[in-house]
C-alpha cells in the first residue's frame, strides 16, 4: 500500500523508524495494535481496513468474506453475553445485520480498492 501510493519508508518517520518499517514490509517483525493504528493513520485508512487487507493477503479471503465472517463472530460472542464487560449488549454489538453486503456502500467499496496492502512487497 505504501508503494503503491508513492510513499517512501521515509514518509512514516513520525510513526517509527525506516529500518521498522522495512522489517514490517519483509515480515521480520510483527506491529503492535499501536502501530497498527499509527500507520493506518499515516495512509488515512481506518485501522480495520489496514488488517483486513493483510489477513486477505495472508489468507486468500477476500475482505468481504473476513468481515463478514468476523461480524458473525462477534454476533455470536454477543449472544452468548462473552462482550459485556466490554459494554456490547446482543442488540448493540454488532450494528448491521448479518445478511448486509458490507462492500455496496460507495464509501466502503472505493476505500477496499485503493488499500491493496501487504506488508511483504
Known amino acids: 500500500m505504501r508503494a503503491g501510493r508513492g510513499l517512501t519508508q521515509r514518509y512514516f518517520a513520525g510513526v517509527s523508524s525506516r529500518t521498522y518499517v522495512s522489517k514490517l514490509e519483509h ?8 502501530m497498527i493504528t499509527a500507520r493506518s493513520r499515516a495512509l488515512n485508512v481506518n485501522p480495520l481496513t489496514l488488517v483486513a487487507v493483510t489477513l486477505r493477503t495472508k489468507s486468500g479471503q477476500s475482505v468481504k468474506a473476513l ?11 454477543a449472544q452468548t453475553r462473552a462482550l459485556k464487560d466490554f459494554g456490547m449488549q446482543p442488540t448493540t454489538a454488532v450494528p448491521m445485520p448479518r445478511s448486509t453486503n458490507l ?7 472505493t476505500t477496499s480498492q485503493q488499500t491493496k496492502f501487504c506488508f511483504a512487497e
Open 27 to 34: 515480515g521480520q517483525s510483527s506491529p503492535t495494535l499501536e
Open 67 to 77: 468481515l463478514r465472517s468476523s461480524q458473525d463472530k462477534l454476533a455470536d460472542l
Open 103 to 109: 462492500l455496496t456502500d460507495k464509501r466502503l467499496a
